[in-house]
Antibody, heavy 125, light 106 residues
Framework: EVQLVESGGGLVQPGGSLRLSCAASGFTFSSYAMNWVRQAPGKGLEWVSLISTTSSSIYYADSVKGRFTISRDNAKNSLYLQMNSLSAEDTAVYYC??????????????????WGKGTTVTVSS | DIQLTQSPSFLSASVGDRVTITCRASRGISNSLAWYQQKPGKAPQLLIFAASTLQSGVPSRFSGSGSGTEFTLTISGLQPDDFATYYCQQPYTYPRSFGQGTKLEI
């Protein structure tokens, strides 16, 4: 069964740090780019970051650039998100999500087809 | 950055209805658009990618269309399980962006 399981969430004070992990199973982790997506309480989805299969390409949302660092360990089938200088605006459920790609007549198409259940990060004093 | 605007934000409908949700991009994104369904307390689920390609296992009552800047998600013959929040997302460029969501209510 294809599965993503996030961990590492919790309560942290403003200005603090937290490291999220995502354990992948049931597929060849090293063959897929991976995303982090978050959702603040009662709000919509916000894309956070993406890392390519070999970690050679990394992208961030402007809201986290310079504070968050995405990384992966293909040998351990794991994805990480190091979060520093946290503020209340970072309070959210953080989802790990697999990036898939298919080739069609109109070109290559990317989409996020497998999601974990999420881990909750609360930034509060 | 590309902004996605969904309309309406809230939609009231009944079982059996046909509903349409629109997603407009701030600039052209070809047919690079995906639709997701999310139920309370659950992770999003992929419905459609490449604007109109149905993800495996998704019921055929869901359909998508559009290209460029305007896209639609249509649900024909609403089922009780379809009452949820729907999001569009563009994988055309970085940063990726989602629409603000459309909550479909009874």
């Amino acid at each position: 069964e294809v599965q993503l399981v996030e961990s590492g969430g919790g309560l942290v004070q403003p200005g603090g740090s937290l490291r999220l992990s995502c354990a992948a199973s049931g597929f060849t982790f090293s063959s897929y780019a991976m995303n982090w997506v978050r959702q603040a309480p009662g709000k919509g989805l916000e894309w956070v970051s993406l890392i390519s299969t070999t970690s050679s390409s990394i992208y961030y949302a402007d809201s986290v650039k310079g504070r968050f660092t995405i990384s992966r360990d293909n040998a351990k089938n794991s994805l990480y998100l190091q979060m520093n200088s946290l503020s209340a605006e970072d309070t959210a459920v953080y989802y790990c999500a697999r990036e898939n790609i298919v080739a069609t007549m109109t070109g290559y198409h990317y989409f996020t087809d497998v999601w974990g259940k999420g881990t909750t990060v609360t930034v509060s004093s | 950055d590309i902004q996605l605007t969904q309309s309406p934000s809230f939609l009231s409908a009944s079982v059996g209805d046909r509903v349409t949700i629109t997603c407009r991009a701030s600039r052209g994104i070809s047919n690079s658009l995906a639709w997701y369904q999310q139920k309370p307390g659950k992770a999003p689920q992929l419905l459609i990618f490449a604007a109109s390609t149905l993800q495996s296992g998704v019921p055929s009552r869901f359909s998508g269309s559009g290209s460029g800047t305007e896209f639609t998600l249509t649900i024909s013959g609403l089922q009780p399980d379809d009452f949820a929040t729907y999001y569009c997302q563009q994988p055309y460029t970085y940063p990726r962006s989602f629409g603000q969501g459309t909550k479909l209510e009874i």
